[in-house]
């Protein structure tokens, strides 16, 4: 089985993509979405989505990272996919499934999933306009108010020739909330030669095994779980051959928070304390001591102020 770190719009960013990728059991990451409109970005948008795109593409523990992008215009989908190609992704994902008001609003994401003619099209102008040897992902949920159309949508995206198709297997109407329909992915794999890729409430080894049986597919996307359980992807790979496999405990995991926050300090000052608290809020849901460090930090304004704190916190564990 292959493993992939989901997107997640300011939350899985180089910095995490980093940490979780020398952890390790991921085969693959794809960056935030880069929002496509009537112009062709500049390289050094790409370079900031992808900062992965200066080391071949790779995260430094080698996994290569996708670059995404979202958009309702096929022709400039193209016209960027042409462009990044240039600075060699190991890959182009195509996102049609963020819920976004905003995003949906100005014709891109879910909205795109009650159109499975456009989702074709749109397909069809980036994989003809990269090089055969860059696969070309798509990435979509069930549908947007219902899941009539994931059969056709599945058609026209292998059709138009996707290499890959991973289903977040909820509506975009179902949003966030529990469960996530994986049976309802089953007519895809059954119907498609392409590899179909599962997503959506993976939290667990036995919910791994049990949305590949429900689904059919072999390959699994990890989202928010990945936040909240760093060496998931390990324990769910050791699981499948057998192996036993002992958790990260509480203060492992503190060390690559601070490795995250050194790290994410040197990019972008402003949002090291905001993402550390962001990614606090995921750890609470496995680990109870992520709970009492948020309380202490959660207030706090200044980075800095935060760095020192977890910093003497980690002092008392
Ligand atoms: C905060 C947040 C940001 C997200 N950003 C993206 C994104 O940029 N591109 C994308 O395709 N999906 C995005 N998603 C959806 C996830 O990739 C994934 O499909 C979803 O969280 C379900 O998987 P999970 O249950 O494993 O979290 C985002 C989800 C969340 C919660």
Not at 10 to 15: F, L, P, R, S
Not at 99 to 123: C, F, M, Y
Not at 200 to 219: F, M, P, V, Y
Request: glycine share 8%; charged share 25%.
């Amino acid at each position: 089985m292959r493993i992939i770190l989901a997107p997640m719009e300011g939350v899985v960013d180089y910095e995490m993509r980093d940490l979780l990728t020398r952890i390790g059991g991921y085969d693959r990451c794809v960056t935030e979405f880069v929002r496509v409109t009537e112009q062709i970005l500049p390289n050094r948008v790409y370079y900031r989505f992808s900062p992965e795109l200066k080391n071949g593409g790779m995260t430094p523990a080698g996994v290569p990272v996708y670059l995404q992008l979202l958009g309702g215009d096929a022709k400039y989908m193209g016209l960027n996919a042409a462009r990044a190609q240039r600075l060699n992704p190991p890959g182009i994902d195509i996102n049609f499934g963020c819920p976004s008001k905003t995003v949906n609003k100005s014709d891109g994401g879910s909205v795109l999933l009650k159109e499975p003619e456009r989702v074709g099209a749109i397909v069809a102008a980036v994989r003809d306009a990269v090089d055969p040897s860059i696969p070309v992902t798509a990435k979509i949920r069930l549908g947007f108010s219902h899941k009539d159309f994931v059969a056709e949508l599945a058609g026209r995206i292998v059709a138009a020739g996707a290499n890959e198709l991973c289903i977040h297997a909820r509506t975009k109407v179902e949003g966030y909330k529990p469960p996530a329909y994986w049976s309802a992915v089953k007519q895809v794999t059954d119907s498609v030669d392409i590899p179909v890729i599962i997503n959506g409430e993976i939290w667990n080894t036995e919910q791994a095994r049990q949305a590949q049986k429900e689904s059919g597919c072999t390959d699994v996307m990890l989202g928010r779980s990945a936040l909240t359980c760093p060496d998931l992807a390990l324990s769910i790979k050791a699981d499948q051959q057998g192996e036993a496999y002992t958790m990260m405990t509480w203060p492992e995991v503190m060390e690559m928070l601070l490795v995250y926050l050194q790290n994410s300090e040197n990019r972008h000052p402003r949002f090291v304390g905001n993402r550390s608290k962001q990614w606090l809020v995921f750890l609470q849901k496995r680990y109870p001591e992520a709970s009492d460090l948020f309380q202490r930090v959660k207030r706090m304004k200044d980075a800095k102020e935060v760095f020192a704190e977890i910093d003497a916190y980690m002092k008392t564990i």
